[in-house]
Structure formats: C-alpha cells, structure tokens
C-alpha cells in the first residue's frame, strides 16, 4: 500500500498531494504539466517536500514531524523512466547484473525469474542499441525490479513508443501487475494506459491530487473533466463472458441483472471476467428499447445527474444495474427527451465501439480460482 500526504513546491511551483493506493497498480493521471513527476520525485527522494509523510507497506520513508527522510538508496524506489536510460556499452544481462549488485538485497529475487517474466531471455547478449523501444523498456523494468524494491515507480513508461511498440509491451505490464508481488505507482496521460492497468487512480491537477479511489469511481465522476480531458471521458463496467457466438465472432459479456453487452473479436474463454471501459462519446440514450437498428446493445438504466453546463454539451450519469456509464449528449437532446435524475432509459452502445482488446483485471469480480481478464478500450 502507498500513502502519500504532502506539501511541497519546486521553484514557484506549489504540490500538494494526498492519496492511498491499494495493493496492484495505482496510477497518477494528469494532464502534462500537471505535476506528476514531481510527486514521484518526492516519493522517489529526488525532491524534499516541505511537510507530510510518505510510507510503502508500513515503512515510512519521509515524516517531516519525526524527522524521518531516508536517503533515495534506503526508500528501495525501482524507478522507471520514459527512456530506458540502459548502459549501452553492458550487454542486457550485464545490465540487470549490475542492477543485482546496486540494489545491495541478497534476497533480490533471481535474474531468471525477471527473464522470464518479462520474456527477455532471447536478448541476454544483445546490447541496448540493437534493441527495440518496446525491448529497451522491458529491460529497464527488469533491471528496476532486480534492484530489490520496495515499490515500482513507473513514469510515463510508453510515453516515447509508438502503438506498435505499447502494443507489445503492455502484455508485460498485465503479467507485472499481478506477478510482480510489490506496489507499483503507475504515472500516465493516457486514459487507455490507466483504465487497463489501475486498480486506483489518482487524478492531479495544477500540482494537486484532486480526487483518487477505484478507478471505476473516479472514471465515473462527471466533476473532472477538465482535468481528465472531454474526449477522454469514460466508464468501466465489469463483466464475464456467457456466451461465444462462432458464427458471428461476438462475445456476450454479463454485467450483471440478467444484462449483456455483445463485444467482437474478443479472445476471451467461457467463464471469463471482462472489464469494458465504454467512452462517453460511444454511448447514445433512448426513452424506449429500439428496434430495427444496426446498434446491438441496448442496456436498461436510469439517470443518476446530469451535468451543468453552458455549452452546446452535457454529461449524464446512469446506473446500469449496481455500475455506471457516462454519455455525453447534446444539452438539446437532453431537453428534448425531459431527461432527469430517476428517469429510466436505454443505453445504446456500438458494439464497433469496443473495438481494442487489452488484458486487465476486473477486481469486482475476481473470484478464488483467479480468473484472468482483459480490458476493451
């Protein structure tokens, strides 16, 4: 677990930072410019805040009222950077050997295990400049983790690949996440990054940590739009798949309530949990359950608040059985069907729509025979 409570500043630039994040994956989401970087930083030991307190799993590594601010080697933070920072004259498996030695832990888990985690085994003798984009980041989480850390910070790890080269990585961060076995702190502009990986997500903005929880909760919250970004704007549904059309090529993903949604080309078993993240703009409402349209699913639900705004744009939240889902809507659709809180509606949404298949945990409806999942974005 990490819990971060503090007050700082780099130059006239004001932080103020207060989160908890779980085991798994917690992600800081903002903007750039927003201050990311700079709370991990001050995580990491790179900055001082100026007062607060810092711990990981019990261990405080920064409490100005004790006095307590341990040195960047003792906080045990494996720091992840944009660029992979390898040293490009040291083979791969010198690099992760040196990493071995810097760390000082003999109980730093064997290089082996990371190889095989991370699926590096067939570049142990290549050096950095031969390698990929995709390839040099998965070496330099190797090497982070082989340093014996107590927690994983990850800063804007695919921001320089391409989508090919995130394509090919992010299965690695899927095995990471729930293999890795210690906190990782996740820091990212981009919502597809965040919604597949997050089991909470924090969001910043001007240096400030103004809202954080389960992703679900926080992506649900019509409030952060500015911070999140319009486009951006999204919601998870959880889910498990019931049924597998052959002929068709759709999945039927259970939500709950007796309700599915028809998602195609997914590569997912009978029996397993499926996390969905639906934008706002892919989503369309109606009074009554439509006929003789091309658009598949059409869920039953009811309006929980819209949004107050001066634009030609509104955002409705909806409760579709115990989750949520977002529309943006024109304010003059929203007039012309009387919409209101407790007016039950459909909500239509393009199966086309959920067209990227990602792997991802779906933690309201992990069970113990540890079902895989995978998020759609």
């Not at 908890?20 to 900055?47: D, E, H, P, R, W």
């Not at 996740?186 to 809202?211: F, N, P, W």
């Not at 068709?248 to 309700?259: A, K």
């Not at 007016?343 to 895989?372: E, F, M, T, W």
Request: net charge positive.
């Amino acid at each position: 677990m990490i819990d971060v409570d503090i007050t700082g500043h780099v130059g006239t630039f004001k932080v103020k930072a207060n989160f908890v994040g779980s085991s798994g994956v917690t992600s800081l989401f903002g903007q750039s410019g927003a201050g990311k970087s700079t709370i991990t930083n001050m995580i990491a030991g790179l900055l001082r805040p100026d007062r607060g307190r810092i711990a990981v799993d019990g261990e405080v590594l920064f409490d100005s009222q004790k006095g307590i601010d341990l040195s960047v080697r003792k906080r045990r933070v494996g720091h992840v950077f944009q660029d992979a920072r390898l040293f490009p004259h040291l083979s791969v498996k010198a690099n992760l050997t040196f990493a071995r030695w810097a760390g000082g832990r003999a109980d730093s888990r064997p290089v082996s295990e990371v190889v095989e985690l991370l699926g590096i085994g067939s570049l142990l003798d290549r050096r950095p400049g031969n390698l990929s984009g995709g390839e040099r980041q998965r070496v330099a989480i190797g090497r982070a983790l082989l340093s014996g850390p107590r927690l994983l910070l990850m800063d804007e790890p695919l921001a320089s690949l391409d989508q090919g080269r995130k394509a090919d990585i992010l299965p690695y961060l899927d095995r990471l996440r729930t293999e890795a076995g210690i906190p990782i702190l996740y820091v990212s502009h981009a919502m597809e990054e965040v919604a597949r990986l997050s089991q909470t997500l924090v969001i910043v903005s001007k240096g400030e940590t103004i809202a954080h929880g389960p992703v679900a909760d926080v992506l649900s919250r019509v409030d952060l739009g500015r911070a999140t970004g319009r486009h951006e704007a999204s919601a998870l549904l959880e889910g498990r798949v019931v049924r597998i059309d052959q002929e068709w090529g759709l999945s039927h993903v259970e939500i709950g309530d007796g309700q599915s949604v028809q998602v195609p080309g997914l590569d997912a078993a009978l029996g397993e949990a499926i996390r969905l993240r639906i934008r706002a703009r892919d989503v369309a409402v109606a009074l009554q359950k439509p006929e003789g349209i091309s658009i598949r699913n059409a869920i039953a639900g009811e309006v929980k608040s819209i949004s107050d705004e001066a634009g030609p744009y509104t955002e409705i939240l909806c409760s579709a059985g115990s989750q949520n889902v977002r529309a943006r809507l024109t304010r003059a659709s929203v007039a012309q069907l009387a919409l209101q809180p407790g007016k039950q509606i459909y909500l239509l949404i393009k199966s086309v729509a959920i067209d990227r298949r990602q792997s991802a945990p779906a933690s309201g409806l992990a069970n113990d025979d540890a079902v895989s999942a995978q998020t759609l974005v």
